[in-house]
C-alpha cells in the first residue's frame, strides 16, 4: 500500500452508550449540523464525507442501540467491535449508571479487538448533556481520569446547544484512526525486517553446519 497519507481512506466508526444519552443527537448534530430533539431509536448506519486537515475522509457511521447483552461472549457485539476502526462511547454528564456503564464498554472493545499491532485503539469518551450542568451527577475530571486510566480521548459537549464541540469529537477520532493506521504500517514493516534478519540468520547456522 502507498501513499496512506493522501489516499482517501474509509473510516468506521461505531457509537456506543446506554440509552437516552444523546448518541443519535450527537451523529444527527455531526451530520446535518442541526438539533431536533427526538431522534427514535432505530439503528442506522450513516455515510458522510469529512475533510480533516485538507484530507478528505468517508466516515460510515453506526448508530448502534444499547444491549444489555453486550458481554464480550455476544456475537452482535463482537461483530460491531470487529467493523469499527474507531468507538465514541457517550454517557451523560446527569446520569451517573450511563457513566458506571462505560469501563465494562471498553473493556470488551478490548477484549473483542484483534489489538495485535494496535498500538493504541482509536477510542473516544463523550460527556454530553453539559448544557445541564445544574443536574450534573459526573464530573469533568472523573471522565477525564477514566479517560486517562483507559488511553482514550475524552470530551464534554452538548450535542443541543454546540455543533463545534461535536465536530472536534469526530475530527479527533478520525486524527486517531489515521494514527492507529500509521503505526500498525509501521509494526508490520519492523516485523518485515525481523523476519528477513530471521532468515539471514537461519540461512547463516545452516551454512556453518
Ligand atoms: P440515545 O438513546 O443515546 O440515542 O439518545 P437520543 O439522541 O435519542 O437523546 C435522548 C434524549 O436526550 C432526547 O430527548 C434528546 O433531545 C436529549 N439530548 C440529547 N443530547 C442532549 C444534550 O446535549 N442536552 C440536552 N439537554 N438534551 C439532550
Ligand atoms: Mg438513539
Known amino acids: 500500500m502507498?501513499?496512506?497519507?493522501?489516499?482517501?481512506?474509509?473510516?468506521?466508526v461505531v457509537v456506543?452508550?446506554?440509552?437516552?444519552?444523546?448518541?443519535s443527537a450527537l451523529i444527527f448534530r455531526f451530520l446535518t449540523r442541526?438539533?431536533?430533539g427526538e431522534y427514535g431509536d432505530t439503528e442506522s448506519l450513516y455515510t458522510h464525507n469529512v475533510v480533516v486537515e485538507g484530507r478528505e475522509q468517508t466516515l460510515n457511521i453506526w448508530d448502534a442501540p444499547?444491549?444489555?447483552d453486550l458481554s464480550p461472549v455476544s456475537l452482535t457485539c463482537e461483530k460491531r467491535?470487529?467493523?469499527?476502526d474507531g468507538f465514541v462511547l457517550v454517557y451523560s454528564i446527569c446520569d451517573r449508571a450511563s457513566f458506571n456503564a462505560v469501563p465494562r464498554l471498553i473493556q470488551t472493545i478490548k477484549s473483542n479487538?484483534?489489538?495485535l499491532g494496535y498500538e493504541k485503539i482509536p477510542i473516544v469518551i463523550v460527556g454530553n448533556k453539559r448544557d445541564l450542568h445544574h443536574r450534573r451527577t459526573v464530573l469533568s475530571e472523573e471522565g477525564r481520569l477514566l479517560a486517562l486510566s483507559a488511553d482514550c480521548q475524552f470530551y464534554e459537549v452538548s450535542a443541543a446547544e454546540n455543533y463545534h464541540s461535536v465536530l472536534v469529537v469526530f475530527h479527533g477520532l478520525v486524527d486517531r484512526i489515521r494514527e492507529s493506521r500509521m503505526s500498525v504500517k509501521k509494526l508490520a514493516g519492523i516485523k518485515g525486517i525481523v523476519k528477513s534478519m530471521s532468515a539471514v540468520f537461519a540461512r547463516r547456522r545452516t551454512d556453518s553446519l
Open 34 to 36: 442541526r438539533f431536533i
Open 113 to 115: 479487538k484483534d489489538i
Open 16 to 23: 456506543l452508550g446506554t440509552d437516552n444519552v444523546g448518541k
Open 81 to 84: 467491535v470487529q467493523w469499527a
Open 66 to 68: 444499547y444491549s444489555q
Open 2 to 12: 502507498t501513499g496512506l497519507y493522501n489516499q482517501r481512506v474509509d473510516a468506521n
